[in-house]
């Protein structure tokens, strides 16, 4: 099949987001007085469940005493402190994906978002790291508002595809956890995995290929399973020839 579009989750994929989203969940918890902190490995283990209310209210299982805590209330304010942290603080792209999305607009390939996080989140980052373009970059961006089933459901991805108009079979996705693999594998979509730093420990299997990276010319990425760019860097060639084998 021709390669059409490119389809990419935000938190850990397109930038190493998740720690600030776990600085914001603890300052929200902070100024609502509770005296609950996420450390990293608590974080690890928590984002098992996506998307950040029901991270909340699954820990709020925890203790009974909790059960008359407002989750709803709390991740609002957790996503205001998110949003005007990362206004201030900009978080920059992985390697690759800025060369990797100029390439598929030059060849003319879609590219889409299908993510867990609120809109509000996907929308300051695009800005910080698209500037005035960043309208123009994404043909579909599926957000955590837009799904009734968070990833590993593959709903995100369905409602990408349909946005986008586009078979299966000529999509190819970007994720960094196992959560997100299952939910693109869920929609039948040959998806590359680069781990970020809280998915490092995740399993993956059937990706496609599994990488450091995208990789750069002069920073070659590190192979860890599966297809491997010859070059060090996944190039839409690559990508062309890697979706007739699959
Ligand atoms: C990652 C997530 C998100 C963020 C928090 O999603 O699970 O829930 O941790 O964001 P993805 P919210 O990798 O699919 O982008 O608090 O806005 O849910
Ligand atoms: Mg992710």
Redesign the pocket.
Known sequence: MPLRALIF?????LAET?EL?RTAFNAAFREAGLDWHWSRDDYELL?YV????E?ISNFMQRNPDWAEIDAARL?AE??RIYNKMLAENPIPLRPGIRRLVTEARNDKIALAIA????RA?VITLLENVFAEDHENVFQAIVC?EDVSQK?PSPEAYQTALRALNTDAGSVIVFE??AN?LLSARGAGLATIVTPAYYTRNDVFSGAISVLSDLGEPDRPAVWMAGLNPSEGHVTITALRSWLEHC
């Not at 989750?9 to 994929?13: E, R």
């Not at 993510?115 to 609120?118: D, E, G, R």
């Open positions: 989750d935000v938190d850990g994929t998740e989203h984002l996506t998307g950040g209310r991270r991740h957790k996503t993510t867990t996080t609120s989140n955590g990833k960094d956890s997100g």
